[in-house]
């Protein structure tokens, strides 16, 4: 920022020596004093305009009370150009002792003042400018971090939406257990204590595919627990795609909409299918179950994949990354994660 400042005063003290160089040429002013008295002028005003930056801050810019505003900077325009003037007369006179040559300044002076005062005017027009581009920037840039920091708030909502009713089953379970086997009561535990611990304090916005299936792995061992037979769980899993990064706990929801709806009212045994693999630069995530056509409906909110959607829209600004299929007793939930270099990419 300095030097943009410094190398904007060094152009323009150069424009204006070569200008009044020019000016007093014009006048039939000889070179030597041309440039000595252009030289001074100039470096004695330069130093003034260095003030002019927080005249520019003290006079705010009102649109209601504009006459006093342009009154003010006329008296301030008047009162720097009489000050420089006069300490240039002071400094040139004692410089240049000719008669000639000060009588041509007194009569000039007029238009130094003009001069004085326009350029006071243009300067503090960019001041003003420059003012309400570096306000404009930090009101943009202070918008940009606010919706950040609200998309990250609100990504760690979506995140941290943890199933209530999962945690109360388990506990239940776990107390029933307790009468009727406390070696499985006592795993339940440890694998809810184990589970909670790494759903809780996963902070971070992406994890490699492996460890969310190890998590969601531990959420099934949970509910194996709780329905014994009742469901069996297989997954295919492209291993290339095990070191690959999707959002943090994006999967959970899936399996517990799976259990949730297609274990909880089921009369037949439930098989739950995962399958992760690699699809036009996507890793396609599939989760599908096969549920009871005539058992009870278990009605739900849907928060479950309503919450993986706005994840999806918020992370990558798409609105086709989950798909939905209802065949017959089977249901299906696709899921499409962008490669972490195409987002990069994208993003450049």
């Known amino acids: 920022m300095r030097k943009k400042i410094f190398s904007g005063i060094a152009v323009w003290s150069f424009t204006f020596a070569a200008s009044l160089l020019i000016l007093f040429r014009g006048f039939g002013l000889n070179d030597s004093w041309s440039v000595l008295d252009a030289f001074i002028s100039v470096t004695i005003y330069t130093a003034f305009t260095l003030s002019f930056k927080f005249q520019a801050r003290f006079v705010e810019f009102q649109r ?17 150009s009489a000050l420089w003037l ?20 007194n009569e000039s002076i007029v238009i130094r003042l003009v001069i004085g005062m326009t350029i006071y005017f243009l300067i503090t027009a960019f001041n003003y400018l420059f003012m309400y581009y570096d306000n404009y920037k930090e009101k943009v840039e202070n918008e940009a971090a606010l919706k950040n920091l609200i998309t990250e708030t609100e990504l760690k909502n979506l995140k941290f939406q943890i199933n209530p009713h ?40 992406y994890s490699l595919l492996e460890d969310e299936l190890k998590n969601c792995r531990m959420y099934v061992d949970i509910e194996k627990i709780r329905f014994g037979d009742k469901f069996t769980f297989e997954e295919k899993v492209d291993e290339q795609l095990l070191k690959e990064e999707i959002p943090s706990m994006i999967l959970q929801p899936l399996f517990e909409n799976a259990i949730k709806y297609g274990v909880y009212e089921a009369i037949e045994k439930v098989t739950i299918l995962f399958t992760a693999e690699m699809i ?8 599908e179950n096969n549920f009871d056509t005539f058992g009870e409906k278990h009605k739900g909110e849907g928060i479950g994949l309503t919450n993986i959607n706005k994840r999806l829209q918020i992370l990558y600004k798409q609105d086709d990354l989950i798909k939905i299929e209802k065949e017959k007793n089977i249901f299906r939930v696709i899921l499409l994660f962008p490669l972490k270099e195409n987002v990069l990419l994208n993003e450049a």
């Open 64 to 80: 209601n009370n504009l006459p006093r505003f342009l009154l003010t900077h006329f008296f301030a325009a008047l009162l720097v």
């Open 86 to 105: 006069s300490i240039s007369k002071i400094l040139l006179f004692w410089l240049i002792p000719n008669n000639y040559y000060q009588t041509f300044f």
């Open 166 to 205: 999962f945690i109360f089953n388990s506990l239940n379970s776990i107390a029933a257990l307790t009468h009727i086997s406390s070696e499985k009561a006592s795993s339940m535990t440890i694998k809810l204590a184990d589970f909670m611990r790494l759903t809780l304090t996963n902070t971070k916005p």
């Open 280 to 287: 036009s630069g996507y890793i396609k995530i599939t989760m």
